[in-house]
């Protein structure tokens, strides 16, 4: 064994080991989305019946009658968590204690919360709320998942908060917690009160 | 010979997989009025409209199940996910637009394969460097093993096993490096590419 044979060695093995280490680091399941930090998309959903719903942020239909969907362009000003969820989806029970929580936290600092049901029949999704023991906020429907889509979502529960701004300041893959949670919102909060 | 490999990496690099995807980044503002102008005129229908599906979701990537393009993945998202090219074809979009959709919402991540440049560029070019690396050192190694049997046959003869054993083992060792050989070897091995010449 001479030493060149081992720098000739080195070479070649440093650049890959390099490279192997690199790939260890990485999660291959994880996709980064790159909307966040942009505008976020808009999206107009039919409420779930049978969810709290606020009557004043239903958009109005052609004659002037309150209609029964909710759209984005409706929340300038406030700050919107979208959270994906579906009965089907076992990380979704532990965080939906979570949203509700937080929900009512921030109901009068101008946050508002909505669950998009995703790939599930309402049937079952009403049935899931009240297994939960209730929520005080609003579920939306989307039927054919083009607004999860237009979102970039992958799997669920996915959650996006929305800034006054109307951009998408956070996208959180897998179930919320209290503390990501609070720090987020008062993050948003605090960067639009300045 | 490292500088014609990588003269050959760089030709590679600058022609070849430039064009064999389609561009997403920001492809210059005229040359996407050229490519777009035809495609522009009447959006597909019926079995066109179907193929151009197919085709953009064959080179897209399933989200869900991540090892399959979202034409031959069953999930449910990647079901949607075709639907929305089809409606986004239907609607004149051209087939660049649909992807960008994807990408500027699932990132590079959607298509299968991804674009050659930057550190991308390491998936294109590791085969050809390698592949370039073995044959010339397997170029080195049959030019040594190709000067053996000739030496063998007078070396079998000698009575001097030690000088015939270092000359084996300096063969094995790859003579790959000319100023590794050792004393003795380095004259043997002149002594016969002389009687070779001569």
């Known amino acids: 064994m001479n030493w060149k044979r081992g720098a000739t060695g080195v070479i070649l093995a440093v650049p890959i080991l390099a490279l192997l280490l690199f790939g260890l680091g990485q999660d291959p399941r994880a996709i980064q989305s790159p909307l966040p930090g942009g505008d976020a998309p808009g999206f107009?959903?039919?409420?779930?019946?049978?969810?709290?719903?606020d009557r004043a942020m239903l958009v109005t239909t052609a004659d002037g009658s309150?209609?029964?969907?909710?759209?984005?362009?409706?929340?300038?000003?406030?700050?919107?968590?979208?959270?994906?969820?579906?009965s089907w989806c076992v990380a979704c029970r532990v965080e939906h204690g979570v949203l509700d929580r937080g929900a009512r936290r921030y109901a009068d600092r101008g946050v508002?919360?909505?669950?998009?049901?995703?790939q599930d029949s309402p049937e079952n999704a009403l049935r899931w709320i009240r297994a939960m023991g209730g929520q005080v906020y609003p579920s939306l429907l989307d039927p054919s998942?083009?607004?999860?889509?237009?979102?970039?979502?992958?799997?669920?529960?996915?959650?996006?908060?929305?800034?006054?701004?109307g951009t998408l300041v956070y996208k959180h893959v897998g179930p919320l917690t209290d503390e990501v949670l609070t720090r987020k919102l008062d993050e948003i909060l605090a960067g639009s009160a300045s | 010979m490292t500088a014609a490999a990588f003269a050959t990496l760089a030709l590679l690099a600058g022609s070849d997989p430039g064009s064999a995807a389609p561009q997403v980044a920001e492809p210059p503002a005229a040359a996407v009025q050229a490519t777009q102008q035809p495609e522009r005129g009447a959006p597909p229908t019926g079995e066109s409209l179907e193929a151009q599906t197919r085709e953009l979701a064959s080179k897209l990537r399933c989200v869900v199940c991540q090892g399959l393009s979202i034409e031959d993945s069953p999930s449910e998202l990647a079901r949607e996910m075709k639907g929305v090219i089809r409606e986004q074809l239907?609607?004149?979009?051209?087939?660049?637009?649909?992807?960008?959709?994807?990408?500027?919402?699932?990132?590079?991540?959607?298509?299968?394969?991804p674009e050659p440049r930057g550190?991308?560029?390491v998936v294109y070019l590791a085969p050809v460097l390698a592949l370039l690396g073995g044959a010339g050192f397997l170029a080195l190694r049959i030019r040594s093993w190709v000067a053996r049997p000739e030496d063998g046959v007078t070396d079998l003869s000698v009575d001097d096993d030690d000088?015939?054993?270092?000359?084996?083992?300096?063969?094995?060792?790859?003579?790959?490096f000319d100023d590794d050989v050792p004393e003795g070897v380095a004259s043997a091995r002149h002594e016969t590419t002389d009687r070779r010449d001569g």
């Open chain 1, 44 to 53: 107009r959903l039919a409420v779930l019946d049978g969810t709290p719903t």
């Open chain 1, 66 to 86: 309150p209609g029964d969907t909710i759209s984005l362009e409706a929340h300038r000003g406030e700050v919107v968590v979208l959270n994906f969820f579906a």
């Open chain 1, 112 to 118: 508002r919360f909505y669950g998009v049901l995703y």
């Open chain 1, 145 to 165: 998942s083009r607004t999860a889509i237009d979102f970039g979502l992958y799997g669920v529960p996915e959650s996006y908060f929305i800034g006054p701004e």
């Open chain 2, 90 to 113: 239907a609607a004149g979009r051209t087939p660049e637009e649909v992807t960008e959709y994807f990408v500027a919402r699932y990132g590079e991540f959607v298509l299968l394969a």
């Open chain 2, 119 to 121: 550190f991308n560029l």
């Open chain 2, 163 to 176: 000088a015939f054993l270092d000359r084996e083992a300096y063969f094995d060792d790859g003579a790959l």
